[in-house]
């Protein structure tokens, strides 16, 4: 199975909105509601910070929100601050019944 | 609070087999709806999935590693294992073990423990 694909990176200004996409197929973004997103910093475990396409976990600030149409989903960081430059990667549950992660995009904060 | 401790070899050689426990803690592996999985993540590389299991005992393995993995669970021990034949250099990553809900995303992780092949 192919990974999902994401820009490898994004930039924002603090206070900007920035987007980051993750493309797949209709065997997976675009078959099912199973997309999430994880924030992962340096030398630390992923954080779930989107699932089921566009749900916030709790304690999960307002500012990240997701989306989907057709097999390109998307995360949002609206005001993007410093404390948000990490590693973000999308995931996927597929028709075969496994798990595709996308490629990750580094967001850097100017 | 639930919490996830990977635990097994930090070194292995190449074309032995890879062993790795995951350690459940708040909760457990026989809860109904939930899935456990493994995902590793080499070197500067981004995140892949590598297998799951249901609490049921139904099994679900990445296509690309599939003839190498077995995923088992241990409810007595509230645990369940990861094996890896046949290593490589290019089985070298961090290893994640991580619990997974009916909505099919990754909740809880532990904190990784990085595998090393040598050769």
């Known amino acids: 199975q192919s990974a999902l694909t994401q820009p490898a990176s994004v930039s924002g200004s603090p206070g900007q909105s920035i987007t980051i996409s993750c493309t797949g197929t209709?065997?997976?973004?675009?078959?099912?509601?199973?997309v999430s997103w994880y924030q992962q910093n340096p030398g630390k475990a992923p954080k779930l910070m989107i699932y089921e396409v566009s749900n916030r976990p709790s304690g999960v600030s307002n500012r990240f929100s997701g989306s989907k149409s057709g097999t390109t989903a998307s995360l949002t960081i609206s005001g993007v601050q410093a404390e948000d430059e990490a590693d973000y990667y999308c995931s996927s549950y597929t028709s075969r019944s496994t798990w595709v992660f996308g490629g990750g995009t580094k967001l850097t904060v100017l | 609070q639930l919490q996830l401790q990977e635990s097994g070899p930090g070194l292995v050689k190449s074309s032995e087999t890879l062993s790795l426990t995951c350690t459940v803690s708040?909760?457990?592996?026989?809860?109904?709806?939930?899935?456990w999985g493994w995902i590793r993540q080499s070197p500067g590389k981004g995140l892949e999935w590598i297998a799951s299991?249901?609490?049921?005992?139904?099994?679900y393995y990445n296509p690309s590693l599939k003839s190498r993995v077995t995923i088992s669970e241990d409810t007595s021990k509230n645990q369940f294992s990861l094996k890896l034949s046949s290593v490589t250099a290019a089985d070298t990553a961090v290893y994640y073990c991580?619990?997974?809900?009916?909505?099919?995303?990754?909740?809880?992780w532990g904190q990784g423990t990085l595998v090393t092949v040598s050769s």
């Open positions: 708040g909760g457990s592996v026989s809860s109904s709806s939930y899935y």
């Open positions: 209709s065997s997976d973004v675009g078959g099912y509601k199973y």
């Open positions: 991580a619990r997974l809900t009916p909505l099919r995303d990754f909740d809880y």
């Open positions: 299991i249901y609490y049921s005992g139904s099994t």
